[in-house]
C-alpha cells in the first residue's frame, strides 16, 4: 500500500525475497557458464557467446517456469503465498536475464552482416510455411516484447493508472507469452539436441505449469460451487453460528460476484471479496488491527465501510446484511465503493471468538 | 474463510514462527533446484564438432589459381607448411561476406590469398585479409587446373553455410542455426553440402545451382534441414563440388 510512488517499498521480507532469487538465479548461470565446460571437455568448445546465450535462455525459461507455478500452487495451499508476495521482482528478474540471452543471440547469429543486426533477425529466415525450420526466433521476439510490457507496468503506478481490471488483462498476456517461449525452444534448440536432459527437464517443466494451472482450476470450481448461493433480493451466507471473529466467510453469488462477510467484536460486515490492488480473495484474509488484511499483498481495508485506512485511498464495494432467524443473507446489490454500511450486530449467543470459542 | 490455525503472511510484517521453516525449505529448495537445473541443462550440451579458425596457425599466405564456382575458391599452387600444393581453398571476406568483387577479375589468373584458415577435417576455407593484402594478382601464367567429373549422384544430408560450418560457429550447423547460415548466404558465404555418405572420400560439398549458378533461393527454405539432393559431382582438387538441380531438393522425415 502507497500513498505516493517510490519505486520500491523495502521491507525485511522483499529484501530475503530477491536475495534468495538472486542466490538462485546466479548458482544457475555460474555452474551453467563456468562447470559445465569443464564437464563437457569439448575441444574446441562451444562460442562463448553461444554458452552465454544459452544459459541465458535456460535460466529465464526456468524463472519463468517457477514465476508461473506460484500462482496455482497458491491457490492450492496456502503456504505458498509468501512466494506471491513479491513475485514481480522475480518477473523484472527475468526480463532482464531474458534480453541477456537475447543480445548474446542478435550480436552473434544476426551480426557481421552488411545489415542491420535486427532486421536480419526478421529477415534471415522467412519459412513461415513450415514447421521443421520454421523462424523460432520470432516467438522468441513476441515473449520478449511482451515480458519488456509486463515489467514494465509492473509498478503500481501503471495498475492504477489502467485501472486494475486493464492491468489485470495486460498481465494475462504473461500465458501467450509462455506458450510463445514453449515454441521458441520446441522448433529451436530442441530441433537440434542429440543430448536429451534438457528436453526432459522442458518438458517437465510446462508440463507442471499447465498441470498446475489445470489443478487450481479444478480446485477453484469445486470452491465455487461450495460457495454459490442462490437468491433474488437476498442470499443467504452462511448460519450465524458459524462464523468466527476475525475471520470471513465467502459467497458466490448469483451475478458472479463475490461478497466476503466478516465477524469482527461481534458484529458482521460484507465487503467484496476482491481487493482493489490485484484482485486478491479478501475473504481469504483475516482481521489484524480492526483492518480486513488481504492474503496477497497485505492491503488492508475498514470492513464496515470498505476503505482503506487513511492516508491510504483504495475501496472496495460493501454489501448489506441482514438476520432472519439464524441466518445472516446479504443483498446481492453491491453499494459503491467506500460506502459505510452499519455493521450487523449478531446475539453474544452466536458468537464465535478467534479460538474458536463460544463466550459464556 | 482462511483456516485460522494455519500461519497468516503479511508481506510488512515479520514472519510467523510457524512459516519460518516453511519457508526456510521451499527457499532451500528453489537453491538447489536451480543450481541442479543449471548444471544438467548446462552439461546437455552437444559437441560442435571439430570445425575451428585456425588462429593457432597464424596468417597464411599462398599462391594459387583463382577460380568461380561461382562461389570464388583457390587451387593452391604454393603452398607452405600448413597448405600444401593441391589444396582447394574456398575463400570468403570478414564476417558474413564474400570476396566476389576482388576474385572475380582474377577469375583463371595466378593470384597471392593471404587470410585465416578455417578448417573443419578436410574441409579448407581462408578467410581473406582486407584488400590487395588478402587478394592479389601475381606475375605469371596460371597453370591448367583439372576438374575431373563425377558423374551424377542423388545424395542425403544438410545444406549449410560453409563459414559457420567450417568454425566459425559452433555449432554452426542445425535449425537452431538457420536463421544464421540464411544470413551468411545471402552475403555471398559458400554453402557447403554435407553427406551423410561420402562421395569419393569427402562428405563435404561446395554446393552451387546448375551451370555456374549460386544457390537458387528457393533452396534456402531447406537450409539446417535433412534433405535429398541430386546434382552433377566433379572434382577440384582436394574439393567436391554438387551442381544441384534446384527442383530436386526434398525434405526427408
Redesign the interface.
Known sequence: MSVKYIPV?W????WLYDG??L???G???????N??PS??G?E????PQ??NA??FG??AF?MLT?ILCIGPLARLD??????L??RRHFGVMTVFVAITHASYIID????????DKYE??LF??T?Y??L??F???IFGVFALVVLVILAATSHDFWMKFLTPPVWKRIHYLIYPAYLSVVAHIS???L????????TV?FIIGALLVGLLHLLAALSERKRDRALSAEGVDWVEVADVSSF?D?????RLLPNGERVAVYLMDGRLSAISNACAHQNGPL????I?DCLV?C?W??FQYDVRNGRSPAPFTEMVPTYNLRLEGSSVQVDPKANPPGTPVDPLQIPVAYQMT?N?EVPA | MSKPEKPFFVGYLPVQQALRRWLLVVCALFVVGLTGIGMVMGTAQDDPGPGAFRFDYGRQTVSGVVELTPYPLVRVTVGNDRIKPGTTLMLVGQGKSNVDARAVPLEGQLAKVSGIVLQRGELNMLQLRGGANGLAAEEGEAPPQDSIPLGRWKLAGEICDGKCLAGAMRPGRGLAHKACANLCLIGGVPPVFVSSQPVDGSEFFLVTGPDGTALPKSAYDAIGQFVSIEGEVERRGDMLVLSIDPDSVEVLD
Open positions: 517499498q521491507n525485511n521480507n522483499k534468495v532469487m542466490v538462485g538465479v548458482l544457475f548461470l555460474y555452474v551453467f557458464l562447470a559445465s564437464v563437457l569439448y574446441p568448445p562451444i562460442n553461444v554458452h544459452r544459459a535456460a535460466c526456468a517457477v496456502e503456504r505458498f503465498l509468501p512466494l508476495y513479491n552473434w547469429y544476426f551480426a557481421f552482416s552488411m545489415s536480419a533477425l534471415a529466415n519459412s510455411g513450415q521443421a525450420g523462424p523460432f526466433e522448433l529451436g534448440i530441433q537440434d539436441q542429440q543430448a536429451h536432459a534438457f527437464i468466527r476475525g475471520f470471513a466467510k465467502i475473504g481469504e484474509g483475516r489484524i488484511t492474503p499483498h497485505g478467534k474458536g
